[in-house]
């Protein structure tokens, strides 16, 4: 791909959650410590008033916000309709200060671990992958390309792209082990694009393995909406482990198990996503696949 010029670093996209919040603040106080040679870092406090407010949103996700057309924006007053305008006049592709690639910083209540998502699977993000996967050999790689989250992100804005998903942390609270590992993961994502720039090599391809999206299930709820289950007590905190037909998903409130249905085994994540309860989603399915050469 042609060379990285511009990176933004984006955290505060939802307000509680607080590592994005506070990393951003600490580079804008400390500049040096992601500054590169080969390209310009630029930082975002995403969503503000959410920040303020310690709240996800204040109008709606500012996350699934920027596929909307302008022309809806320019009469919508929701905040975060103006404010993803905002964020696209400054840094998207037709804005005063395009960007090249975006690291957007994100927390979740799952048991993610240390995860990095791909929206797309070209040379480039696979080589960023591997690498980061074999100087850190617990990272998750999740690709949401078929979920189409592709639009409607923040990180719609860049024509490259990562994620970076850590948990579990609850909503407005920091974890410090889960704040350092991802500082820690964006000075070597910076490391890896400064290395590209100046066409250093990054070392020995491993195997892959990654997680694709394959779909999302919700809880069971009667006619008016209302929540009849749990996750079961078996597959609680087990996100990326094998899900096999016929094994517990759900307790019901009355103690019943109802067991996954599905035809092949799958390997969830975002399991019991305290913010997605009202996306009216219990889980992600994914299927797990390697890749041997990229």
Same mark, same amino acid.
């Given at each position: 791909?042609? @060379?990285?010029?511009?990176?933004?670093? $984006?955290?505060?996209?939802?307000?509680?959650?607080?590592?994005?919040?506070?990393?951003?603040?600490?580079?804008?106080?400390?500049?040096?410590?992601?500054?590169?040679?080969?390209?310009?870092?630029?930082?975002?406090?995403?969503?503000?008033?959410?920040?303020?407010?310690?709240? @996800?949103?204040?109008?709606?996700?500012?996350? @699934?916000?920027?596929?909307?057309?302008?022309?809806? &924006?320019?009469?919508?007053?929701?905040?975060?309709?103006?404010?993803?305008?905002?964020?696209?006049?400054?840094?998207?592709?037709?804005?005063?200060?395009?960007?090249?690639?975006?690291?957007?910083?994100?927390?979740?209540?799952?048991?993610?671990?240390?995860?990095?998502?791909?929206?797309?699977?070209? $040379?480039?993000?696979?080589?960023?992958?591997?690498?980061?996967?074999?100087?850190?050999?617990?990272?998750?790689?999740?690709?949401?390309?078929?979920?189409?989250?592709?639009?409607?992100?923040? @990180?719609?804005?860049?024509?490259?792209?990562?994620?970076?998903?850590?948990?579990?942390?609850?909503?407005? $609270?920091?974890?410090?082990?889960?704040?350092?590992?991802?500082?820690?993961?964006?000075?070597?994502?910076?490391?890896?694009?400064?290395?590209?720039?100046?066409?250093?090599?990054?070392?020995?391809?491993?195997?892959?393995?990654?997680?694709?999206?394959?779909?999302?299930?919700?809880?069971?709820?009667?006619?008016?909406?209302?929540?009849?289950?749990?996750?079961?007590?078996?597959?609680?905190?087990?996100?990326?482990?094998?899900?096999?037909?016929?094994?517990?998903?759900?307790? $019901?409130?009355?103690? &019943?198990?109802?067991?996954?249905?599905?035809?092949?085994?799958?390997?969830?994540?975002?399991?019991?996503?305290?913010?997605?309860?009202? &996306?009216?989603?219990?889980?992600?399915?994914?299927?797990?696949?390697?890749?041997?050469?990229?």
């Amino acid at each position: 791909m042609s @060379r990285i010029k511009r990176v933004l670093i $984006t955290g505060g996209t939802h307000g509680n959650e607080l590592i994005g919040v506070y990393l951003i603040k600490k580079f804008e106080r400390s500049p040096a410590l992601i500054r590169r040679s080969g390209f310009e870092v630029f930082t975002l406090l995403a969503n503000p008033q959410a920040v303020a407010a310690c709240r @996800r949103y204040i109008d709606q996700d500012l996350n @699934r916000s920027f596929a909307i057309q302008a022309t809806e &924006k320019a009469t919508n007053p929701e905040y975060e309709l103006q404010r993803a305008e905002e964020i696209r006049n400054e840094f998207g592709q037709t804005g005063r200060t395009p960007i090249d690639f975006i690291i957007d910083l994100h927390g979740t209540t799952s048991n993610a671990g240390i995860m990095l998502i791909l929206d797309s699977l070209d $040379t480039f993000m696979l080589n960023l992958a591997g690498h980061l996967s074999c100087i850190e050999p617990g990272i998750k790689i999740y690709c949401s390309m078929n979920s189409g989250r592709k639009q409607d992100s923040v @990180r719609s804005l860049a024509p490259c792209r990562v994620g970076i998903e850590v948990g579990p942390v609850a909503h407005g $609270t920091l974890h410090a082990e889960l704040f350092r590992k991802t500082e820690a993961l964006t000075y070597k994502i910076l490391d890896f694009l400064d290395q590209d720039n100046w066409g250093v090599t990054t070392g020995e391809k491993l195997p892959l393995m990654l997680y694709q999206y394959a779909g999302t299930i919700d809880y069971p709820r009667d006619e008016n909406g209302e929540i009849l289950a749990m996750i079961h007590p078996q597959l609680q905190f087990k996100d990326y482990e094998a899900l096999n037909p016929g094994d517990p998903m759900f307790l $019901t409130l009355d103690g &019943k198990t109802i067991v996954y249905q599905g035809d092949a085994t799958t390997y969830p994540i975002f399991i019991n996503e305290a913010a997605y309860y009202e &996306k009216g989603i219990a889980m992600c399915f994914t299927q797990m696949q390697r890749i041997e050469s990229y």
